[in-house]
């Protein structure tokens, strides 16, 4: 596999179709030692990316055989053109989340945060991965188009950012695309295996709102159920971005005083051996939607321990502001991590 440069299906065929010519960079050092400078003060950038082109052949494979295929589904499913020319798709060992990313990365040696390096998903899970980037990227063609359509596409309250919204929008495109590439078991499997499961906190959304009303098929893609759902209809109003207050005191003395939620995260604790057990949760705001719940005992905040209510939550406000926190917490006897992060 080569490295910086090399399109993936040939550039006529691309151009005949209208889809994009895509190149696989799996030899961006400085990307990849730009997004973790302290760790790569001690390790070797040089030997990461070796490691990086031996273990890159399932992401190699798939798009020699199927990238123009995958390109061409998604913008039938999606209902949106390709506008963009060109774009590369970064291989990466280490990245901080799985989120929807510009540029589009995959991490093919897991999700680091801190210390912290938890394992990415099988074979499936990358390449169910790679769509879900692929869908998002597609969808943002909508705001570079000028064809009919695409305005109402993009000024719809859908189409806005966050984990009930375009992400999920995303999802759905995913869900709808990827059984024709690795099979509905390995789709269904890639979905609802422990990974997705903690970096799809608008998951409860889509599962009770969007699946139930809407079926993407080519005859009547993504694109066409957006521009029919009324501005104000019910799936609008219960998928409405949470607001983020930015007054982080107001934050830290509510939770320790043990007030209604308030602030950014939207959630109190109590501080139990050592621990710091989530007690009220408001179901409106960012710690619900990336997946908290009351009960849950936060044990470290990006592999560190807290210790005090104060010193946890501007752990994670600091977090947030760099990309997002990865939380471990224990939950109904189980040891739980889960990424808490704006969208």
């Not at 696989?24 to 973790?36: D, M, P």
């Not at 695409?150 to 000024?155: E, G, L, N, V, Y």
């Not at 995913?174 to 295996?193: E, K, Q, R, V």
């Amino acid at each position: 596999m080569a490295g910086l440069g090399l399109p993936f299906g040939p550039a006529v065929h691309a151009q005949t179709f209208g889809l994009p010519d895509v190149t696989i960079n799996n030899v961006a050092s400085s990307f990849q030692a730009g997004l973790y400078p302290d760790y790569y003060r001690e390790n070797s950038i040089s030997a990461d990316m070796r490691w990086l082109t031996n273990n890159d052949s399932v992401i190699e494979k798939f798009w020699l055989t199927q990238g123009d295929s995958v390109l061409s589904k998604l913008a039938h499913m999606g209902g949106i053109n390709w506008v963009e020319p060109s774009f590369p798709i970064y291989l990466v060992k280490y990245y901080p989340s799985a989120g929807v990313s510009d540029p589009l990365v995959i991490p093919l040696g897991g999700l680091m945060k801190g210390v912290t390096v938890e394992a990415p998903p099988d074979s499936a899970g990358l390449l169910f991965n790679l769509i879900y980037q692929l869908s998002g990227r597609l969808l943002v063609q909508a705001r570079l188009s000028d064809t009919a359509n695409s305005p109402a596409i993009a000024r719809h309250p859908l189409f806005g950012p966050g984990p009930f919204r375009r992400d999920n929008l995303a999802m759905l495109l995913t869900l709808a695309t990827a059984p024709s590439f690795i099979g509905a078991d390995a789709t269904l499997a890639s979905y609802n295996s422990p990974f997705w499961r903690a970096r799809t906190p608008g998951r409860q959304v889509l599962e009770e709102l969007f699946q139930k009303r809407w079926m993407i098929t080519p005859q009547k893609p993504l694109a066409q159920w957006l521009i029919e759902e009324p501005y104000d209809s019910p799936l609008v109003e219960s998928t409405r971005t949470p607001s983020f207050a930015t007054d982080s005191t107001t934050l830290v003395v509510s939770s320790m005083a043990g007030l209604p939620p308030a602030g950014t995260l939207g959630f109190t604790v109590k501080s139990i051996g050592g621990r710091f057990e989530i007690d009220k949760i408001d179901p409106a705001r960012l710690a619900y939607a990336c997946g908290l719940r009351t009960g849950d005992a936060i044990s470290q905040v990006d592999a560190r321990r807290a210790s005090t209510v104060k010193d946890l939550f501007e752990r994670m406000l600091t977090g947030l502001d760099k990309g997002g926190s990865t939380l471990t917490l224990f939950r109904a006897g189980k040891t739980v991590t889960l990424l808490l992060r704006r969208s």
